[in-house]
């Protein structure tokens, strides 16, 4: 139900904006988190927003990404800036996906994004 888009190519103080949408117009996205893995690691959280808008970033990312919701489009992003290397990874939206009165979460399917000069 989500569909993440925007990984790619950047090099070293780059910028990226993945996005994640929900797979009809008619669907709302609430509380939406962003996670990635690298190779050979374990998958970390990123950063989460509530569906009120607060935000929360791990340490390694704060200052650099930014996450964002437009409801209006159903979609969620994150703007991620001065890359480092160490950013590259699959990057996975997660969300809860509220269709009526039926709430579910779902995985989006993965955006690569690599960082090297």
């Known amino acids: 139900q989500l569909q993440a888009s925007g990984g790619g190519l950047v090099q070293p103080g780059g910028s990226l904006r993945l996005s994640c949408a929900a797979s009809?117009?008619?669907?709302?996205?609430?509380?939406m988190s962003w996670y990635r893995q690298a190779p050979g690691k374990q998958r970390e959280l990123v950063a989460g927003?509530?569906?009120?808008?607060?935000?929360n970033y791990a340490d390694s990312v704060k200052g650099r990404f930014t996450i964002s919701k437009e409801n209006a489009k159903s979609t969620g992003y994150l703007q991620m800036n001065s890359l480092k290397p160490e950013d590259t990874a699959v990057y996975y939206c997660?969300?809860?996906?509220?269709?009526?009165?039926?709430?579910?979460?779902?995985w989006g399917q993965g955006t690569q994004v690599t960082v090297s000069s």
């Open positions: 997660n969300a809860d996906v509220v269709s009526g009165s039926l709430v579910t979460n779902s």
């Open positions: 927003i509530t569906s009120g808008g607060s935000t």
């Open positions: 009809r117009s008619i669907f709302r996205i609430n509380a």
